[in-house]
């Protein structure tokens, strides 16, 4: 059986007004009819369980979203299985989910049912402290990074009057008429994700979602923000024309830019590149969005433009040690949780969800 195509996202995101929680979009698929949202502490096993089911059902064949953490993105925070209708996302803080639907859709696993509740508050001073460092590391984290995005807006403001928008939409269109076919099916759906994210390994672009998955990719290099403005009519008419498509925000405004858009149907993918996002695979089409930009009104800005974009750097990289001082807490916080676990409960758990979710594979 060929292996399933694995989808590595984020829908979480330290951003400018702290963190974008996305989560919602665990239940937005249709083909998703049963939901699990696993409580518990840090340490417990959430990541591992959840990463363990993800592994089979790809084995199984069946193509699979892995949600990974912006706070640890070697740890995940969910995974969502259309093929087997089944999505499972760790409903801790800071990105807490209760169900809306309890019973009817979703259902709570409560990892809490197999910890030693006295072996962790003995440790209860230390765990408070260590909580507290944690949330004064994202204090300062949150601060860099909006202070990054004003930067970041600043220059985009400065280059958006020397641009040719019109030259872009109509370049635009042009893909839009050559690449996305209508299918009889009717309008698509647009599920949104993020691509990149900022975290204590830096500034983290899941690659291997493009490069494993995509036979036809666009490569938009864009050094302050222009590819929105092709994406976002892309994405409107791949929905149009009856595709799914994947839309990825930027982490710097997570409401209003998009960075990517994925169209599996189609096979084809558009991917913002730059400094901070490379892509590492040869792409089919290469558009340098910096062309649009008047050269010679570029040069008056130039300089302004050099001095800020080190400063968004700067900026950046303060936000990521702090961010990198919140993950060695956290990583002290496990240790009053591990040891208090009784993990062949959990793997017992598994042993009996995992061939459920399977046996649900269309």
Same mark, same amino acid.
């Not at 193509?63 to 089944?86: K, N, Q, R, V, W």
């Not at 979703?106 to 909580?131: H, M, Q, R, V």
């Not at 690449?179 to 993020?194: A, H, M, V």
């Not at 040690?321 to 040891?339: C, G, I, N, R, T």
């Given at each position: ?197 900022? &975290?204590? =390994?830096?500034?983290?672009?899941? !690659? #291997? ?8 990719? %666009?490569?938009?290099? @864009? ?49 913002? &590149?730059? =400094?901070?996002?490379?892509?590492? !695979? #040869? ?8 062309? %649009?930009?008047?050269? @010679? ?66």
């Amino acid at each position: 059986m060929p292996q399933g195509k694995k989808y590595s996202f984020f829908l979480g995101a330290n951003s400018p007004c702290g963190f974008y929680n996305a989560f919602d979009s665990f239940t937005d698929d249709k083909a998703v009819d049963q939901f699990f949202i696993i409580k518990g502490g840090p340490g417990c096993g959430k990541s591992s369980f959840m990463k363990k089911i993800g592994d089979r059902l790809l084995e199984s064949g069946a193509d699979t979203e892995f949600i990974y953490c912006s706070s640890d993105p070697d740890s995940l925070d969910g995974i969502i299985s259309p093929a087997s209708g089944t999505a499972i996302c760790d409903g801790t803080a800071p990105h807490v989910t209760e169900p809306k639907y309890p019973g009817a859709f979703e259902n709570y696993i409560n990892f809490g049912d197999f910890w030693d509740p006295s072996a962790i508050k003995k440790n209860l001073g230390e765990i408070i402290y260590t909580n507290a460092g944690i949330k004064e590391c994202y204090r300062k984290a949150f601060g860099f990074i909006s202070a990054a995005g004003k930067v970041s807006d600043q220059m985009f403001a400065a280059v958006l009057p020397i641009c040719d928008i019109n030259k872009i939409e109509k370049r635009t269109k042009g893909i839009i008429s050559r690449e996305l076919k209508s299918k009889p099916s009717g309008d698509g759906s647009l599920k949104k994700r993020f691509l990149s994210a900022f &975290t204590p =390994d830096g500034n983290v672009f899941l !690659s #291997d979602t493009v490069n494993g998955n995509f036979e036809r990719v %666009y490569k938009l290099s @864009d050094t302050y923000g222009l590819s929105h403005f092709m994406l976002a009519p892309i994405a409107k008419a791949a929905c149009a024309s009856g595709h799914d498509a994947f839309v990825c925000y930027c982490p710097l405004n997570p409401e209003g830019k998009i960075d990517h858009v994925l169209i599996p149907s189609l096979s084809l993918a558009f991917i913002t &590149t730059n =400094d901070s996002l490379p892509l590492e !695979s #040869d792409p089919d089409r290469h558009i340098r969005l910096d062309a %649009y930009i008047d050269h @010679d009104r570029y040069l008056d800005e130039r300089e302004k433009l050099r001095h800020w974009k080190k400063t968004f750097h700067t900026l950046l990289d303060n936000a990521i040690d702090s961010l990198h001082a919140s993950k060695q807490l956290h990583d002290d916080l496990e240790k009053f949780y591990v040891p208090a676990m009784d993990f062949n409960k959990v793997n017992s758990l598994f042993d009996t969800l995992c061939p459920a979710i399977l046996s649900k594979l269309k």
